[in-house]
């Protein structure tokens, strides 16, 4: 049920389209790390948690940390959450605050939360406290991640605490940043839109305690009912809800443009068609509970021509602001 009530990660398909990017600032180089398996070195190292999205896993990411890697990122680690933790979501479901969509981040995505925290101990515990920290959301785990960040765990651990003076960089891919007024239904039954207007959690805020924050979505696949093309009418049942509206929108097949920025100062990175003319896609799986025997089995493969935002094709237009 939770699963059609935050439909922010899952299939998208093929459709044509051209390739910009809007970037806020200059680029500026990686710092330069050991690999995955090395203990780092280097003075102003930088390691990174990837916040998945829903029903993903740490092995769905895979390719992910191996193209960061290439590119000089250090240590690269997913927060633990077997598919089967999104279970814990359904405790909520026949609730008043459900009802009302008027759920509390702090007490429906503890788990998540958790998840995040054994991940970033993780981190400390191989490359020291004093590591800068790279957050990269994917999906939901972008505004989960903002929420994280903002403080509205209420987590008071060692491990919150240090990550707060850690975090050096923030990237969100395909994450939906808004619930607008006018949707047709708040999918998120009140969880984004408490993060939405948290101070805290506002790019602002984070840039001010020195976070780079960096928002990356996609126009590539256009939603329609009106069409033949089942990747454009999948799109579209999932924007039309979204955005409260029947236009025709473009997204990522399922995150709609609009809907896929911080306010400023956040960097937005807007990508229609990459370098080699493949087109961005949400997911690189297709993410459901299709296994909760082995929770941490990966995920059904999309086919392998389905470019996404971690692709070979793609990474380049934005990891250079994992720093």
């Not at 279970?87 to 788990?111: C, G, M, Q, R």
């Not at 765990?153 to 395909?174: A, D, I, M, P, Q």
């Not at 929770?295 to 999309?302: E, H, N, R, T």
């Amino acid at each position: 049920v939770f699963g059609k009530m935050l439909r922010f990660s899952g299939l998208s398909c093929v459709v044509r389209a051209f390739v910009f990017v809007v970037m806020m600032d200059n680029a500026v180089p990686l710092s330069t790390s050991a690999s995955i398996s090395s203990p780092l070195t280097t003075e102003g190292k930088t390691a990174v948690l990837i916040c998945p999205a829903q029903f993903c896993v740490p092995a769905d990411y895979s390719e992910l940390i191996t193209s960061l890697q290439k590119r000089g990122i250090g240590k690269c680690v997913v927060a633990d959450l077997p598919r089967t933790e999104w279970i814990k979501v359904a405790s909520h479901l026949p609730s008043e605050d459900f009802l009302n969509a008027d759920l509390k981040v702090e007490k429906t995505l503890d788990w998540y939360f958790q998840g995040m925290e054994k991940a970033l101990a993780n981190i400390y515990a191989s490359e020291g406290e004093s590591v800068n920290v790279s957050i990269i959301g994917h999906s939901i785990g972008g505004w989960v991640a903002r929420a994280f960040l903002g403080g509205l765990s209420n987590s008071s651990s060692s491990v919150s605490r240090l990550t707060r003076e850690r975090v050096s960089s923030f990237v969100t891919l395909g994450t939906p940043h808004s619930s607008p007024e006018g949707a047709l239904v708040d999918q998120t039954r009140g969880l984004l839109k408490q993060v939405e207007q948290s101070p805290s959690c506002s790019a602002q805020s984070l840039e001010d305690r020195g976070i780079e924050v960096t928002c990356v979505g996609s126009t590539c696949i256009d939603g329609s009912l009106l069409s033949f093309d089942v990747e454009e009418l999948v799109a579209a049942s999932s924007y039309i809800p979204l955005l409260g509206n029947l236009k025709r929108g473009k997204g990522d097949g399922i995150v709609p443009i609009d809907l896929a920025f911080m306010a400023g100062p956040a960097r937005r990175i807007e990508i229609d068609q990459c370098e080699d003319g493949s087109k961005v896609r949400h997911a690189q799986v297709f993410p459901t509970p299709w296994n909760l025997i082995d929770g941490y089995a990966p995920s059904i493969p999309l086919p392998e021509d389905f470019t996404w935002y971690g692709s070979e094709s793609s990474i380049d237009l934005w990891c250079k602001y994992v720093r």
